[in-house]
Structure formats: C-alpha cells, structure tokens
C-alpha cells in the first residue's frame, strides 16, 4: 500500500539555523499539508500546497516558513532561522481530491529538536 | 470558526469490553469527521470518516462512529477492546471545501489493561 514518507526522522539543530524536511507524498496525490504537532499538544495545521502554489497557510506559517515542490517527487518545508519554540514534531499529508470525500495520509513524521 | 472537542484526556478500558473516545465539534456548514489513530513514535493513521449517508460508520480494526447531528457529536466505538488498541486517538473535522485543512481535537489516550 502506498504511503506517506519523510526525512530524517530526526533533526537537531541548533537555534537560528536553516532547516529542511522532506516529505514524499503518495505519488498520485495533488494536494500537500505540513502539520505540526508541540509535545502534548493537539496537531496543529501550518500549510497546504495545490498546482504548485500555498492554498492555505495557518497564522503559524510565517515568514520563517516555506514550502517547495522541487520535483515531481518531494515536498519539502524549510524553516529559515528556528526557533526553540519550533521544537514538534512536523507531518507531511497528502490527498488526492474526490470531491468532499478526500481523505488525508500522514507520514511518520519527523521530531525537530531546536537547541 | 470550526473547532473540535474531546472532553476526555484518557479513556481506561478492559480488554474485551466496548470502548467509547468521545468527540463533540462546532462547524458552519456541513462537517466532514474524520478519526486517527497514532501509536508511539508513529504517525497517523486513518482510521475511518463521515461526510454523509448512514450516521453509522465503519472503519479500520473494527472501530466505529456514530454521526450525531443533534448533539454536534461522532464518537468512536468498538464492541470488544483490545490491548493492541492502546494508542493516542484524534477526532479532527475538516472544512467542506476539496483539500482543506483538518481541525484536530487535542487527542484522547486509550489504554486498555489485559
């Protein structure tokens, strides 16, 4: 069954460095979401992505933030000075729309850590 | 605005009886429910939706939910618990427009005891 992938699992980083996470969504899907989900804190929306441009950004989704599709493969989120409240972890979800019915798949995720 | 509700943090139940993780939502317009499932160090998975029809609903593992207009509520079930269906459990209701974003109650932790 097709699903959802992201890299690394893991990232530390330290205070005001670039990151980039990667996402590869499941391969016929057209729309693209990045969630984030604060240790004990319910999953929260940042982005979502369709025929290359944002849709929808949250009020977290900042300056800070930003979204490619660099190829027909990857979706990658790049945070460009973290912060260490940026410390979660971050989900990468796709869909392919079906009218009101589509159904959103999550990715494992990947755990910034922010020193 | 759209907004999710699970009143309960933790749901403790004992392996072979029924479960209930609660979920009460505020929406405008028509609700598209959705339930997840994240075990430890995973993502989530889907576990089964509601956007119209029968307001009984199947899904994955045996788990079900009842649509409940009246009561703004979709909780999920199952006749006979688990252990293995010890995990964090998300409601989350999405905006009727195709590919919008999912609203996330704050997540219910299931335990169940052998």
């Known amino acids: 069954e097709p699903e959802v992938t992201q890299t690394p699992s893991h990232q530390v980083t330290q205070m005001g460095q670039e990151v980039i996470l990667r996402c590869v969504p499941i391969?016929?899907?057209?729309?693209f979401y990045w969630y984030r989900q604060i240790l004990g804190q319910k999953v929260e929306f940042l982005v979502s992505f369709y025929n290359n441009e944002i849709s929808e950004k949250s009020e977290i989704f900042d300056d800070q933030f930003s979204v490619e599709r660099p190829d027909g493969s990857n979706f990658t989120l790049k945070i460009r000075s973290t912060k260490l409240e940026d410390s979660a972890m971050y989900f990468c979800a796709s869909t392919i729309p079906a009218g009101h019915t589509d159904t959103q798949y999550f990715g494992p995720g990947t755990r910034l850590t922010v020193l | 605005a759209q907004s999710v509700a699970q009143p309960e943090d933790q749901v403790n139940v004992a392996e072979g009886n029924p479960l209930t993780v609660k979920c009460t939502y505020s929406v405008s317009g028509n609700p598209y429910l959705f339930w997840y499932v994240q075990y430890p160090n995973r993502g989530l998975q889907f576990l089964l939706k509601?956007?119209?029809?029968?307001?009984l609903v199947k899904g994955s593992y045996g788990f079900e939910a009842e649509f409940n207009k009246s009561q703004t509520s979709f909780h999920l079930k199952k006749p006979s618990a688990l252990v293995s269906d010890s995990a964090l459990y998300f409601c989350?209701?999405?905006?009727?427009?195709?590919?919008?974003?999912?609203?996330f109650g704050q997540g219910t932790e299931l335990s169940v005891k052998p």
């Open positions: 391969s016929n899907h057209l729309y």
């Open positions: 989350a209701v999405r905006a009727s427009n195709q590919g919008g974003k999912l609203i």
């Open positions: 509601y956007i119209t029809g029968d307001n």
